[in-house]
């Protein structure tokens, strides 16, 4: 292979994602044209001159160097995973791994745009922990052309979107083939017709992602713009979506001979995955549905995200009567006794099909996202076990974690006496060197202030206590709870001795009004002369400005209304990065924040106590008094209280303590293994049902 064929090769397995030097390399071929592609190697490949990117310094040194060390780190059999078997005990064989696991989205890279947000980022960190760590792990989703939506603002703070269809030859995917060398065509049932999809393949390390699409000119044209858009359109093409996932993506593991030992759907969206598993089991074995569904039951875990009813995909009787052939053919079941496996109560004709209740039902492994969304889980869902009292209702909870290594910047890596692969293998606590640390901390927010500058031309202060509030614009997130009283604001901004900024990011789905008038908000109190390059809003949220913002601010803010937020896992990157959390206490920090330990210095900050108010209106202002609270008393004297050398000990010290603390807790390495206890449950057919 010559060098160049080598980068081809490491530009098409997403290891380049997590791993800073294959980056810097691609970066140096092209600065520039690296940029355009939104750092997507393979685009950056197919457009460089092969003899341009050979006269780089170097280059066939290090693409042969990092080509062999891809390939050993593919070839690895000193995983975490292979420590696991038992002497003699042979690997799993490709086509039979442990587990399928199942999501709508995957936010691996900024490149490869099939995720809208932290359900999608989790899976992505959820793979790449699989592959360092070993586990054989198949994934299935869907290639959406455009996407979910490129976002940007005008003026007035109007969020646009537009959907730029992906060349898929310019993405690190390839399609998959039959054992005749043949394109692979999954066809799957849909009302009066059979919609044909097509396999591609990412690979992530280890771990082969399927991704199917619909845009084949053997599907007429409304059916393939089926897997256009992540999230786009009306009910039908949601629930068309999640056939197209759940029954498809079976099929397509089946027509690549692939037959996992276990199943994890991530959420409710590929429940449909249960029922054609089902009908497999009934044609090829003769079984009863019920029978069946004993069987299929004990394969399967199912991963809840969503602690708000109205979060769950509901669909009306006619349309679930409209998919009823397609979704429920040869079960033998009629329209009533389908529509009661969606259903809470069994009496209740009115009530519309919900996909997690069909997981529910599907699952002996059940389980949400954090300690406290276990037992919201437990209570919202506690009528499916009447005969049950709530604290025996079968749900538990895995709490979510981040992937330490695409998260953590190197350079605060490189204070840690561990390595970030090694966080969460065992019990030990990373170690930072609090004077280098704080020199990190320094330049990272250093580049985020002229990352924001390059990008849209603000002139932070480099110096400023630095606040960044970024995610999904969900509105039970309360992306304007800071901006409730402005004037108390302005003089916590405008202090001149003790300058605070705030940057936001983040996209509102393109259905939610409410989510589009908080960006507009933000917008509008940005250009406030008051508030005058002290507060930011960077359009374009996406994993790339997330890592700049998790690597470069001072503080994490997290303000969502308790406890409506399953996990949250943005403040995680954060804390790992030594950047301390000001959160209210639900999801994962309800849980972090409470087992910190009181010997050492806090992790940081609650708002609150962790309790719920009567009202949303009370909620909203008792928690906005005590996060300007904690802001003034706190965080802005801690940030700014400086010994002679300007080292700031007290914040230094919460820096650590907040590595310490939340990094081998709070990781993929962690959760991933907590998961593969369930995949070996539910892989050798062991009922969890007590
Ligand atoms: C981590 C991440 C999130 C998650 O945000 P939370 O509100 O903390 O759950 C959302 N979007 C992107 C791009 C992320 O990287």
């Not at 791993?19 to 044209?33: C, I, M």
């Not at 509102?508 to 005058?532: W, Y």
Request: some cysteine; hydrophobic content about 40%.
């Amino acid at each position: 292979m010559t060098p160049f064929e080598k980068l081809q090769d490491i530009a098409h397995n997403l290891r380049w994602d997590w791993n800073p030097e294959v980056r810097d390399l691609f970066q140096e071929l092209d600065p520039t044209l690296w940029e355009q592609v939104r750092h997507n190697p393979v685009a950056l490949l197919r457009r460089l001159d092969r003899t341009k990117v050979e006269r780089v310094a170097d280059v066939t040194e290090r693409a042969e160097r990092l080509w062999q060390e891809l390939h050993d780190y593919l070839a690895a059999d000193d995983t975490w995973y292979a420590g696991t078997r038992s002497p003699g005990e042979e690997p799993a064989p490709l086509d039979r791994p442990l587990v399928a696991y199942f999501c709508a989205e995957y936010g691996l890279t900024e490149c490869l745009r099939i995720y809208s947000g932290g359900l999608g980022v989790l899976a992505g960190d959820h793979l790449k922990s699989a592959s360092d760590l070993g586990i054989p792990l198949v994934a299935v989703g869907l290639l959406y052309r455009e996407g979910y939506f490129q976002q940007t603002v005008d003026p007035s703070g109007r969020q646009r979107e537009t959907f730029p269809a992906a060349d898929f030859q310019d993405l690190p995917v390839r399609t998959v083939t039959g054992s005749g060398g043949q394109l692979l065509r999954i066809p799957v049932p849909f009302p009066g017709r059979t919609v044909m999809l097509r396999v591609w393949q990412a690979d992530v390390g280890r771990v082969p992602l399927y991704l199917l699409d619909a845009d084949l000119p053997e599907n007429d044209d409304e059916d393939r713009l089926l897997t256009a858009r992540l999230y786009g359109g009306a009910q039908e093409t949601r629930i068309s979506q999640e056939a197209l996932l759940g029954i498809g993506g079976y099929r397509a593991l089946r027509a690549m001979g692939i037959t996992p030992r276990a199943f994890h759907m991530n959420e409710g969206h590929s429940a449909f995955l249960g029922l054609e598993l089902v009908r497999k089991r009934m044609e090829e074995e003769g079984l009863s549905f019920e029978e069946a569904l004993a069987v299929v039951r004990r394969q399967m875990v199912f991963t809840t995200h969503t602690p708000v009813p109205a979060g769950h995909d509901r669909f009306p009787r006619h349309l679930m009567e409209t998919f009823f052939e397609s979704a429920a053919g040869g079960l033998g079941l009629d329209l009533d006794r389908f529509m009661r496996l969606g259903r809470v109560d069994a009496s209740e004709s009115g009530e519309p099909f919900t996909m997690t209740v069909l997981a529910i039902r599907l699952a002996d492994q059940v389980n949400g996202v954090s300690k406290l969304h276990g037992h919201v889980t437990r209570e919202m869902w506690q009528d499916l076990w009447p005969e049950r009292p709530l604290e025996d209702v079968p749900i538990g909870h895995i709490t979510n974690g981040v992937h330490l290594p695409s998260w953590v910047h190197r350079h605060v890596a490189a204070t840690l006496d561990t390595d970030l692969d090694r966080i969460g293998l065992d019990h030990r606590q990373p170690e930072p060197d609090l004077e280098r640390l704080w020199a990190v901390r320094e330049e990272r927010r250093r580049r985020l202030i002229s990352y924001i500058r390059e990008h849209i031309g603000a002139r932070l202060d480099q110096h400023a206590l630095t606040i960044a509030f970024a995610r999904r614009f969900a509105t039970y997130k309360r992306a304007t709870l800071l901006l409730g009283d402005l004037d108390r604001l302005q003089r916590l901004l405008c202090d001149e001795e003790r300058p605070v900024q705030v940057i936001f990011a983040g996209k509102a789905h393109p259905q939610d009004e409410g989510g589009k008038a908080l960006i507009r908000r933000i917008v509008e109190v940005s250009h406030d002369e008051r508030f005058h390059d002290r507060i930011v809003f960077v359009p374009g949220h996406g994993i790339d400005i997330a890592r700049e913002l998790v690597q470069g601010a001072d503080v994490w803010l997290n303000n969502p209304r308790r406890p409506m937020e399953a996990s949250g896992t943005s403040g995680m990157k954060a804390a790992a990065n030594g950047v301390l959390n000001v959160s209210v206490l639900d999801g994962w920090w309800d849980e972090a924040y409470r087992a910190a330990t009181a010997k050492d210095a806090p992790i940081g900050w609650a708002i609150g106590e962790g309790a719920e108010a009567d009202s949303i209106q009370a909620a909203d202002h008792q928690d906005e008094i005590r996060l300007f609270r904690i802001l003034e008393e706190q965080v802005v004297p801690t940030f700014y209280d400086r010994d002679a050398s300007g080292f700031p000990q007290a914040w230094a010290e919460r820096m650590a303590a907040s590595i310490r603390e939340i990094a081998p807790v709070f990781t993929t390495h962690r959760m991933v293994r907590e998961y593969v206890e369930r995949y070996q449950r539910a892989a050798t057919g062991a009922s969890h049902v007590t």
